[in-house]
């Protein structure tokens, strides 16, 4: 379905850079929302569980070879698995999302497999700092030039982030799919940001 978000994970994936993202698309303040504009799926290697560094266990909603070709954004969430061989099959779904416009995010190691694959060569990015996407990057980054240290970047729909930006990866995500208007993203971002006691402190 067209408005199905894709967040992708390998075995040992980082449970933490999703969480933001997605109960920024399927909650607001109250509650479960009743009609989201979006909804989550989960696409692993096969359709067995799949485990993250922290011991979460994850039943998927597609594999690999189920993954269907009309989503709203591909999310390629970090962890330890981005360096491993089961990587590799990752690449013709990026090549595939991109050629065909789809809204692609990656945090983490998951940006640093963008720059080895010369997917980033075109886009303004961020990642887990310049050295490490030049030492995964290799030949295949050319586009240091364009790398900024931010927390997270949003360019010709591509969005990336490090791995201690989870909420800012969420808030550029959430804006470029307009999940809701700017402002109450933005209000999302700094609750969670901030928190409670410094935007509602007591009364003394």
């Known amino acids: 379905m067209s408005n199905e978000i894709l967040y992708l994970l390998l075995p040992d994936y980082a449970a933490h850079e999703a969480v933001y993202l997605s109960e920024g698309i399927s909650c607001d303040e109250q509650s479960l929302k009743t ?35 009309d989503y709203a954004a591909l999310i390629l969430i970090g962890g330890f698995g981005w360096s491993t061989e089961i990587a590799e099959r990752v690449v013709p779904i990026v090549r595939k999302a991109i050629g065909t416009g789809k809204i692609v995010g990656a945090i983490c190691g998951a940006a640093s497999f963008l720059a080895k694959h010369g997917f980033l060569n075109n886009v303004r990015h961020t990642g887990n700092g310049l050295e490490q996407l030049k030492l995964w990057g290799g030949n295949n980054y050319t586009n240091s030039a364009m790398y900024v240290h931010e927390q997270a970047v949003s360019d010709k729909r591509i969005v990336t982030a490090n791995g201690s930006a989870a909420l800012e990866f969420a808030r550029e995500l959430l804006l470029l799919l307009e999940n809701d208007i700017p402002e109450r993203i933005d209000m999302y971002y700094q609750f969670n940001k901030q928190g409670f006691t410094t935007l509602f402190p007591a009364d003394n």
């Not at 009609?35 to 692993?44: F, I, Q, T």
């Not at 560094?53 to 597609?62: H, K, N, V």
């Open 35 to 69: 009609n989201p504009k979006y909804v989550n799926k989960v696409v692993a290697p096969t359709l067995e569980v799949v485990c993250s560094c922290g011991g979460f266990r994850t039943l998927p909603d597609y594999s690999f070879d189920t993954i269907p070709d």
